[in-house]
């Protein structure tokens, strides 16, 4: 088994790779691993350029957002809401 092979679980290089910088690591630290949509937001952000399909990162990176902005909403109406 010559050759380098590339990491694709544990560390992948889309997702920042084993650095500082790396997306599960900076959303431990940020404290936001207990919120799906959020976390995955930032991931689709995170590795926009990364993979083939750049659009795509970014439509799915803004799914989840209003995903979460839904949840949000629904959750916490804005004070002063005449439909809450």
């Not at 920042?16 to 936001?32: L, N, P, Q, R």
């Not at 691993?33 to 991931?43: E, G, R, S």
């Not at 926009?48 to 399909?53: A, R, S, T, Y």
Request: overall charge negative; charged content about 25%.
């Amino acid at each position: 088994m010559g050759g380098s092979v590339p990491e694709m679980v544990h560390h992948p290089l889309h997702y920042g790779g084993d650095t500082t910088y790396e997306h599960v690591k900076v959303m431990k630290a940020w404290g936001m691993t207990n919120n799906a949509f959020l976390y995955n937001c930032t991931k689709y952000l995170c590795r926009f350029g990364k993979k083939d399909n750049r659009l795509e990162d970014l439509e799915k990176a803004k799914w989840y957002l209003e995903q979460a902005i839904l949840e949000e909403s629904e959750a916490n109406p804005p004070i002063g809401d005449p439909n809450a």
